[in-house]
């Protein structure tokens, strides 16, 4: 059995994803390839695109807001020589020939752009194997519509109706989860984390600003700083090599003792460690957040994706959000002030949480093909 996943590198949550799902799959004896599906196709389509992201979402995001806005009100496109369909028929016939070499059963698009490629190729190349597409936030994005895959993997089931407005069967739908590495099912308890991670057994709050360190989250710790409660805390800050130098300069002059991260691969422990965590509401932080039953504080969603997963953790009572008029001090007061408020979370979250998407979806590709057989 052979699974080849096409991701596409606009932050990191996508190619995540995809790891996430092979590294099961590969335990299972399955073989698996990842392709950056622009990079494959062109590297200098994929240094934009990954830089368009970049910009637009960390220095314009109020006018990505407004394009994320306007694409989720357009209209299905049908016409048959649409711009995007005239793109992903110049741009999949390379993909083409690595398909045919490699002749896999499934194929799994971890972004729209590879999803919408797959649906060209299956539909004008004849494309035969299985295909899925894994939706990576708490929405349905758009242009997902314009796609024709044989499943999808959602977060949730709450979702079904945002599919069936895009015209996708239901009996399409698995909300198995956003796959998330197997090592964030295993719960540890805080007192083990610590002891792992080297730092003192108190109250802990984990600070995180995505893989890029999008969040300047200087601000923030001065404030949360003057808290008059007793609280250690660890920041994340990514790939983000200023602002964890910043961080640094900062520890020596603030009250709380601050463990100061850069880019790190354990986070796991670190969720475990922590009695809550700080954090922009991407898809991927916001899955392993649940999966470890830790409760969230939202800060600095990217307009667009971002905001519709602040609109479904809020509506859910799985998170507290940060705004103008609701300061991170507030937050972080009444949820450590509250034992009742932290409990309530934790149980909607066992509800909502997919700590096993990864085992599920991999599960569900060996069964079909198997059965195909």
């Given at each position: 059995?052979?699974?080849?996943?096409?991701?596409v590198?606009?932050?990191?949550g996508h190619?995540?994803?995809?790891?996430?799902?092979?590294?099961?799959?590969?335990?299972?004896?399955v073989?698996c390839?990842?392709?950056?599906?622009?990079?494959?196709?062109?590297s200098?389509?994929?240094?934009?695109?990954a830089?368009?992201?970049?910009?637009?979402?960390?220095?314009?995001?109020?006018?990505?807001?407004?394009?994320?806005?306007?694409?989720?009100?357009?209209?299905?496109?049908?016409?048959?020589?649409?711009?995007?369909?005239?793109?992903?028929?110049?741009?999949?016939?390379?993909?083409?020939?690595?398909?045919?070499?490699?002749?896999?059963?499934?194929?799994?698009?971890t972004?729209?752009?590879?999803?919408?490629?797959?649906?060209?190729?299956?539909?004008?190349?004849?494309?035969?194997?299985?295909?899925?597409?894994?939706?990576?936030?708490?929405?349905?994005?758009?242009?997902?519509?314009?796609?024709?895959?044989?499943?999808?993997i959602?977060?949730?089931?709450?979702?079904?109706?945002?599919?069936?407005?895009?015209?996708?069967?239901?009996?399409?739908?698995?909300?198995?989860?956003?796959?998330?590495?197997?090592?964030f099912?295993?719960?540890?308890?805080?007192?083990?984390?610590?002891?792992?991670?080297?730092?003192?057994?108190?109250?802990?709050?984990?600070?995180?600003?995505?893989?890029?360190?999008?969040?300047?989250?200087?601000p923030?710790?001065?404030?949360?700083?003057?808290?008059?409660?007793?609280?250690?805390?660890?920041?994340?800050?990514?790939?983000?090599?200023?602002?964890?130098?910043?961080?640094?300069?900062?520890?020596?002059?603030?009250?709380?003792?601050?463990?100061?991260?850069?880019?790190?691969?354990?986070?796991?422990?670190?969720?475990?460690?922590?009695?809550?965590?700080?954090?922009?509401?991407?898809?991927?932080?916001?899955?392993?957040?649940?999966?470890?039953?830790?409760?969230?504080?939202?800060?600095?969603?990217?307009?667009?994706?971002?905001?519709?997963?602040?609109?479904?953790?809020?509506?859910?009572?799985?998170?507290?959000?940060?705004?103008?008029?609701?300061?991170?001090?507030?937050?972080?007061?009444?949820?450590?002030?509250?034992?009742?408020?932290?409990?309530?979370m934790?149980?909607?979250?066992?509800?909502?949480?997919?700590?096993?998407?990864?085992?599920?979806?991999?599960?569900?590709?060996?069964?079909?093909?198997?059965?195909?057989?």
């Amino acid at each position: 059995m052979k699974v080849l996943f096409l991701s596409v590198t606009a932050g990191q949550g996508h190619n995540q994803t995809a790891k996430a799902a092979m590294a099961y799959l590969q335990q299972q004896d399955v073989e698996c390839t990842m392709l950056d599906t622009y990079e494959y196709i062109n590297s200098i389509i994929s240094e934009s695109i990954a830089r368009g992201y970049l910009i637009s979402t960390k220095f314009t995001p109020a006018a990505y807001g407004r394009l994320y806005r306007l694409a989720e009100k357009r209209e299905k496109s049908n016409a048959k020589f649409s711009i995007s369909k005239l793109t992903n028929a110049i741009l999949s016939r390379k993909l083409i020939n690595y398909i045919n070499d490699y002749k896999p059963d499934v194929i799994v698009g971890t972004h729209i752009f590879s999803a919408q490629i797959i649906t060209h190729m299956v539909q004008r190349c004849k494309i035969n194997c299985m295909t899925i597409g894994i939706i990576t936030d708490y929405t349905i994005h758009p242009f997902w519509e314009d796609t024709d895959l044989d499943y999808y993997i959602t977060a949730n089931e709450q979702l079904n109706l945002q599919m069936m407005k895009k015209g996708i069967p239901v009996e399409k739908v698995k909300p198995f989860g956003i796959p998330i590495h197997m090592k964030f099912a295993q719960k540890i308890v805080a007192l083990e984390a610590r002891e792992q991670l080297g730092i003192e057994d108190k109250t802990t709050i984990c600070m995180m600003g995505g893989s890029m360190g999008y969040v300047n989250v200087i601000p923030l710790i001065k404030k949360i700083d003057a808290l008059d409660l007793d609280f250690q805390m660890i920041c994340v800050c990514g790939s983000n090599k200023k602002l964890k130098e910043k961080i640094d300069s900062l520890a020596n002059k603030i009250k709380k003792k601050i463990y100061n991260y850069g880019f790190i691969d354990n986070v796991d422990v670190i969720l475990d460690a922590s009695n809550l965590i700080i954090t922009k509401p991407g898809g991927l932080t916001v899955s392993e957040s649940l999966a470890k039953q830790t409760p969230m504080i939202m800060i600095n969603p990217i307009p667009g994706q971002e905001d519709r997963n602040v609109e479904f953790l809020l509506n859910n009572g799985l998170a507290m959000h940060i705004t103008k008029t609701f300061s991170i001090d507030e937050a972080i007061f009444q949820l450590l002030g509250n034992e009742w408020r932290q409990h309530n979370m934790q149980q909607v979250i066992k509800h909502i949480g997919r700590p096993y998407a990864a085992k599920d979806l991999g599960d569900f590709i060996i069964e079909m093909v198997n059965g195909k057989k």
